[in-house]
């Protein structure tokens, strides 16, 4: 069983930049990032592979958003730019036991979330 612990979270104004990190307490595969705003359904941010050659992303955050990971210390991270109100929305980190890349909520594993707040 592998433990995920999000961080990173606040209130930033629109534009702000924020880093949200997710530490592993063992080895995973492909991990992901999704979000959830209230009254909405949790939906996929972004993606990467065990080896960091392959990243997904959902198309709201092409060019703002770069997810990115530390194998060594069982770490990723999620740095998002230019953020906006539509931002809004817990984090949540996620692993999978399998090396496929899936852009679904079919993980194995999932943080307890960070909450991100972009004010306008």
């Known amino acids: 069983q592998v433990q995920l612990v999000e961080s990173g979270g606040g209130l930033v104004q629109a534009g702000g930049s924020l880093r949200l990190s997710c530490a592993a307490s063992?080895?995973?595969?492909?991990m992901g990032w999704f979000r959830q705003a209230p009254g909405k359904v949790r939906e996929f941010v972004a993606a990467i592979s065990w080896g960091s050659r392959s990243t997904y992303y959902t198309d709201s955050v092409k060019g703002r958003f770069t997810i990115s990971r530390d194998n060594a210390k069982n770490t990723l991270y999620l740095q998002m730019n230019r953020l906006e109100p539509e931002d809004t929305a817990v984090y949540y980190c996620?692993?999978?036991?399998?090396?496929?890349?899936?852009?679904?909520?079919?993980?194995?594993?999932w943080g307890q979330g960070t909450r991100v707040t972009v004010s306008s």
């Open positions: 996620a692993a999978r036991n399998t090396p496929t890349i899936d852009t679904t909520t079919h993980y194995d594993y």
């Open positions: 063992g080895r995973t595969f492909t």
